[in-house]
């Protein structure tokens, strides 16, 4: 039988630990390749590390031929399935899995529905034609895929929280591969790993060259940077709130002692006034102080 081992197919899956391979090969030793491989035509879909086992010890195997594929998002699809019901899987593999198959299904979808909107005018026209036509029969009916655009439908997917879901889309879009790999291998939990990919790459690579515990001392001093600013946040919030009250009560302060200063001015001008009028109004008087 030839079988054919399309390289993209066998890197679509995260490669087995030198630890699981080993242990793999000890099963087949002891007790034969139990799991058919599957094919679709003579391309090897599944079982691609049992394969390369019995090849290396001359061992029998059993194949089986999954006819329900169309296309290789067929293949992917089904991949991983499988992949995100088995118990060895780690969470950050399920959640990549997830996401994965999340990008498939709505590029199909949105496909379908390219494809219905196209095909409707052809349609319609063959039912005017023939009113006998049952529409059932006239439209390609295409079974709608599953819907994976919320968190929470991913986070059932792959058996998975939520927040975890968030916590590997972060790893996935700002950790340097380094980083990525440490999580893979264990080394580093996700919610650390989140952590570390908000540092700049310099930072994650020198942190997972450095190893686990400075992964760990990393992650540490980021969430107390966190902290920090949210236990900063509020006092600043508050200074910059008092700030534009404070601003009016002094201008309003200022103001009302000038205009203190304007009336204390003009009083001292009438009370200066009121004094050369009195002066005025006495009586003139002659040498000797009496009246003419």
Known sequence: MNIVVNEELKAYIDPLTPDE????ERSILAEGCRDALVLWGDVLVDGHNRYGICQKHSLPFQTVQNTHFQSM??????????????RSVSDFQRGVLALRKREIVADRRARAAAAFVASAPAEESQ???????????ATTSV????????????ARAARLSSSQVVMIEKIQKQAAPELVA??????ISLNAAAAVATLPAEEQVAAAVAGKDELKQAAKRVREAKRKTREETPVK???????????????ELQTLRARVAELTAENEALRQQLAQLRGSDAPSTGGDGQPF
């Open 21 to 24: 391979h080993d242990a793999l």
């Open 73 to 86: 998002e067929d293949v992917h699809l089904w991949m991983i399935d499988q992949h995100l019901g088995r």
């Open 127 to 137: 039912a005017e034609a023939d009113p006998s036509t049952d529409a059932a029969t």
């Open 143 to 154: 079974a709608p895929a599953e819907d994976l655009s919320s968190r929470e439908a991913i």
């Open 182 to 187: 440490a999580v893979k291998s264990g080394t």
């Open 237 to 251: 919030a508050a200074d910059e709130a008092a700030a534009p009250s404070d601003a009016p009560a002094a201008d």
